[in-house]
């Protein structure tokens, strides 16, 4: 009888735990949450970037790990619209061009100059200089509640900055000048909108719940300019987070390049501010430059967190 009454028992706790996960596993099923991006004006939210790229030339390997860290301060709210200044908080360059040369650079970790060189004599120094030179400045970013930057401010500032507090000569305006192009090739306000929209123009503005899909399409220019097809489809929503899954598609047809690739990603975000909290994307690319064809895959991990 005594061992009836324990199985009786076991039963129905078992009963209990399945009926539990159940409604849970409905609630996660049928609930919805509002997604769009909601960054508190007042706050402040910090992100960490990294990308991790490996490339394939005519047999000879190349890597490059890039991280950026910043720090986005919500300055204005214009209704759904936020008007936000980013500040570079830290950058970091590794690369290896197949022992060709490689780079190592930290804007924690600046290089020492050695007395009586001339460090426009040595690109690594100069390149040293403007990475020590990037470390605290800020721009301005104004972003709608999809995640779309509306605008970029402040780049050309930046640059006049960063290259006047490098310390180069005034007598030498042409250096000057060279220097100030080669940085907004990869400092300006087309290219740094794409960045960031890579990572926030993707909200739908609406509730959503398990299964739904939508599409973004966004821009990359730079060196390598190319378009996102992009489709999120929401996985899982547990509290206030939600789980994204991320398809890509990338095209690029110029006379420089010719460029044809995929992204499959997975984000979480934080419902109640449109925070990436996480994000893991891993990209695959073939280029074809000249008649040389070029395979990349690179790797981009993103974390945030509201301060």
């Known amino acids: 009888m005594k061992k009836i009454s324990l199985l009786v028992l076991a039963f ?69 619209t936020k008007i936000i200044t980013s500040t570079y908080d830290r950058f970091k360059l590794a690369m290896d061009m197949g022992g060709m ?21 040595d690109p690594m120094k100069m390149v040293n200089r403007v990475f020590g030179a990037i470390k605290g400045k800020q721009f301005q970013l104004k972003v709608d509640a999809e ?51 890579r990572i926030l123009y993707i909200f739908p503005n609406k509730e959503v719940k398990v299964g739904d899909s939508w599409e973004k399409s966004t821009s990359m220019g730079g060196e390598m300019p190319a378009k996102y097809n992009s489709t999120y489809t929401v996985k899982e929503i547990e509290g206030d987070m939600v789980t994204l899954e991320e398809n890509s598609r990338i095209t690029s047809s110029n006379e420089q390049m010719e460029m044809n690739g995929k992204v499959k990603g997975t984000l979480v975000v934080d419902s109640r501010s449109g925070l990436v909290v996480s994000a893991d994307q891993n990209m695959d690319i073939t280029a074809k430059m000249q008649g040389t064809s070029v395979d990349i895959k690179a790797v981009t991990k993103v974390k945030g967190k509201a301060n």
């Not at 394939?56 to 190349?62: L, N, S």
């Not at 779309?148 to 305006?173: H, N, Q, R």
């Open 147 to 197: 995640g779309k930057v509306l605008e970029v401010t402040g780049m050309k500032e930046l640059a006049s900055s960063i290259i006047d507090s490098m310390g180069m000569d005034d007598d030498d305006p042409a250096m000057k000048e060279k220097m100030r192009e080669a940085f907004s090739k990869q400092f300006n306000d087309a290219d740094v909108k794409s960045q960031f929209e």
């Open 12 to 80: 129905a706790l078992l009963t209990a735990m399945v009926s539990v996960q159940s409604c849970q596993s409905t609630k996660t099923a049928t609930a919805s949450k509002m997604l769009k991006f909601n960054f508190e004006k007042g706050k402040s939210y910090d992100y960490e970037m990294i990308m991790n790229m490996d490339q394939e030339v005519m047999g000879q390997k190349m890597k490059m790990d890039m991280t950026m860290y910043y720090t986005l301060d919500v300055k204005e709210a214009e209704g759904d």
């Open 101 to 121: 040369m490689s780079i190592d650079m930290d804007t924690d970790k600046p290089m020492i100059a050695d007395e009586g060189t001339d460090p426009k004599k």
